[in-house]
């Protein structure tokens, strides 16, 4: 006897964009574990910041499905909104890195702008062909503080705060209605895509939902940016950049807070309302240089101080924001949404991450990497 077994349909349909890349692989992580009854489909490019890797503890779930494909494709994207049925989308897909928008912004103009534009065009199509039209339908489009521009460093030395355990910078915050003054390559285009997704629900009632997030820190994050990138260098008894005078200042966020975040207002945001996350966690960035070298001193048995002498400062970033620093009361009073995790704790876990996964590092490093490293890097 023969039983037809039916699949169980899925709830929901869900396409992550980019879920192959740091913030993306938390998310669909988070996603494809807490929601059996939604199908995650997770598209990527698969550029030198994605990888499949990031993602080998959910890989065989069977609510989870890879698709290798690029954002700015079009007619792709059009026929996989329709082979899916997808329903809701998370975008996080983007050239991310400010140094690398710096000496090539092209790229980042073709899939910030380009990209976001040609998934949101998709979406628009398959939507309103759809009888229901834009009904239990959602675009959440992930963003981030620097479109804000730049805040002043008001109070270089740090002054207290009603906010955190950890002093701030100055007396002005991010809000959700500070006005956009996006400095570099990289902000600019997300500015720019930020829009393109207000123009959508504007023109066209599609329901969107915007979050201008800050720096987040934690596992599986591309060691081109500053925490994994001084803690694989202090491994290797590397120089550690230091920036200017290593005075800017930054708001630091445990990427798996950043991913709770998402999931709460992709379910509970107010459609075409923008959210601020961020930790109310000001650092210098000298001072965070000296935690992680503390730390990973400690965790390799190394004497305190013994890698402080890696410090080299070296020529400053073009256009280099001083201070960044989120006001994200809104999502707590509205969600109830906060940071799960102290600065300390998170900072430990994620060094102890690195140097307990060096063969995902190793991986990483390897070919076009080093290229990368001696052109930013070497001569600067
Ligand atoms: P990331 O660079 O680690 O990952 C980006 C992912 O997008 C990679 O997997 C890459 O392969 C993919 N991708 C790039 N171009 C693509 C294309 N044309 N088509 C399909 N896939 C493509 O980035 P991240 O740090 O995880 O950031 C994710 C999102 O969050 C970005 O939109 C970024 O602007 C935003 N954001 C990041 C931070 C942060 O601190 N990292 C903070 C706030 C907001
Ligand atoms: O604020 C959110 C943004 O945070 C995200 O939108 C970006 O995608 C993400 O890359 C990050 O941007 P930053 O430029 O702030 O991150 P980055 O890790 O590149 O640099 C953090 C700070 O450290 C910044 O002030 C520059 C400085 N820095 C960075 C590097 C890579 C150094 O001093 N030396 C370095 O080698």
């Known amino acids: 006897m023969f039983y037809i077994v039916q699949a169980m349909p899925y709830k929901r349909h869900i396409l992550v964009t980019g879920g192959a890349g740091f913030i993306g692989s938390h998310v669909v992580r988070l996603f494809t574990n807490k929601y059996d009854d939604y199908q995650i489909i997770n598209l990527d490019k698969l550029t030198y910041a994605g990888n499949l890797a990031n993602l080998k503890d959910i890989e065989n779930k069977p609510n989870y499905t890879f698709v290798k494909a690029d954002i700015c494709d079009f007619e792709t994207i059009c026929r996989l909104m329709e082979e899916f049925q997808v329903d809701g989308i998370i975008h996080l897909a983007a050239e991310s890195h400010v140094d690398r928008s710096i000496k090539d912004p092209f790229t980042f103009a073709r899939t910030n702008v380009m990209g976001t534009l040609s998934l949101l065009q998709a979406a628009k199509l398959y939507w309103e062909s759809k009888k229901e039209g834009y009904e239990g339908k959602r675009f959440y489009h992930i963003s981030t503080d620097e479109v804000y521009g730049a805040l002043e460093l008001t109070h270089p030395e740090g002054v207290k705060s009603a906010h955190s355990t950890h002093p701030v910078y100055g007396d002005d915050?991010?809000?959700?209605?500070?006005?956009?003054?996006?400095?570099?390559?990289?902000?600019?285009?997300?500015?720019?895509?930020?829009?393109?997704?207000?123009?959508?629900?504007?023109?066209?009632?599609?329901?969107?939902?915007?979050?201008?997030?800050?720096?987040?820190?934690?596992?599986?994050?591309?060691?081109?940016?500053?925490i994994p990138l001084f803690i694989n260098n202090i491994r290797h008894r590397k120089p550690l950049p230091v920036y200017g005078k290593g005075e800017n200042v930054r708001d630091w966020l445990y990427v798996e807070d950043h991913a709770r975040a998402i999931d709460l207002i992709f379910h509970q945001g107010r459609i075409a309302d923008t959210y601020n996350i961020g930790g109310f966690n000001e650092w210098k960035n000298i001072d965070l240089i000296k935690v992680i070298i503390k730390t990973v001193d400690r965790l390799l048995g190394h004497p305190e101080g013994y890698s402080s002498d890696l410090i080299t400062y070296v020529t400053d970033r073009k256009g280099h924001d001083m201070r960044y620093a989120i006001d994200s009361s809104k999502l707590h009073e509205e969600l109830g949404w906060e940071p799960s995790l102290q600065f300390e704790e998170g900072i430990e876990k994620t060094v102890r991450w690195y140097l307990d996964n060096q063969e995902w590092m190793d991986n990483v490093t390897s070919g076009d990497y080093q290229k990368y490293y001696e052109e930013m890097y070497l001569g600067r």
């Open 173 to 226: 915050f991010f809000h959700e209605s500070t006005k956009y003054a996006p400095h570099s390559p990289y902000s600019a285009s997300k500015a720019s895509s930020d829009h393109f997704v207000r123009a959508f629900h504007d023109t066209y009632g599609m329901p969107t939902l915007v979050t201008n997030c800050s720096n987040n820190y934690g596992p599986y994050q591309f060691p081109e940016k500053l």
